[in-house]
């Protein structure tokens, strides 16, 4: 079984501070990790992912995650915060070795962005 | 590319009328798949499609038939609208089930159920 959790509901950040946007999940093999954004009335829109490889993945707009595998973490970053980034984030997980491909999404968390 | 693109944006039901929401995706993607939102619980998925005649159950099946006739359309349909159907709901599609790719949201559908 796979599973995602985003511990914070809402992540409050002054604009030009680093923001961190938690998320850890659980898989029985290896993680396909993602983030994805949504702006108020629209769509989910896709920023970054983790397939292999490298533990930080740079994506849209600036905003990168790391991939810690002894943690099962997949947190979101930003190095300064723009008022333009508040939104609802939601990660995602799908599980290499179940054989699924459906991923399973967090709750989302509100960041918002304070000028 | 218009890419996914959902239609109606908005609508209204009374309880036990049926409705279709329409989605379809010009991108030749096989997979596709339909969400619900409600606050606090996040994404759901309701039903999804990995290919033109295949469908299956996601987790919140119930109350909802779905097809797939054709790669680009994917309708959700309601039975019987209930107001715990009240909710958002987005169609998304892939390219390839079996591989990582990240999926592409339409911009969804406000369903009141009164």
């Known amino acids: 079984a796979q599973s995602v959790a985003q511990p914070e509901d809402q992540v409050n950040v002054a604009e030009g501070n680093p923001l961190t946007v938690k998320c850890t999940y659980s898989v029985s093999g290896n993680p396909y990790l993602f983030w994805y954004v949504q702006y108020p009335n629209r769509g989910l829109q896709f920023l970054l992912k983790?397939?292999?490889?490298?533990?930080l993945v740079k994506g849209s707009y600036g905003f990168e995650a790391e991939f810690n595998k002894s943690q099962t973490s997949f947190h979101l970053k930003k190095p300064s915060a723009l008022v333009s980034d508040s939104a609802l984030y939601f990660c995602?997980?799908?599980?290499?070795?179940?054989?699924?491909?459906?991923?399973?999404f967090g709750r989302g968390t509100s960041l918002i962005v304070h000028p | 590319n218009a890419g996914v693109t959902q239609t109606p944006k908005f609508q209204v039901l009374k309880t036990g009328q049926s409705m279709t929401l329409q989605c379809a995706q010009d991108m030749n993607h096989e997979y596709m798949s339909w969400y619900r939102q409600d606050p606090g619980m996040g994404l759901r998925l309701i039903h999804y499609s990995v290919g033109a005649g295949i469908t299956d159950q996601g987790e919140v099946p119930n109350g909802y038939n779905v097809s797939r006739s054709t790669t680009e359309d994917f309708p959700l349909r309601l039975l019987s609208a209930a107001p715990s159907q009240t909710s958002v709901y987005f169609c998304?599609?892939?390219?390839?089930?079996?591989?990582?790719?990240?999926?592409?949201f339409g911009p969804g559908t406000r369903l009141t159920v009164t």
């Open positions: 995602a997980v799908r599980d290499w070795a179940g054989g699924s491909y459906i991923p399973t």
């Open positions: 983790y397939i292999t490889g490298d533990n």
């Open positions: 998304a599609s892939s390219s390839k089930p079996g591989q990582v790719y990240e999926q592409y």
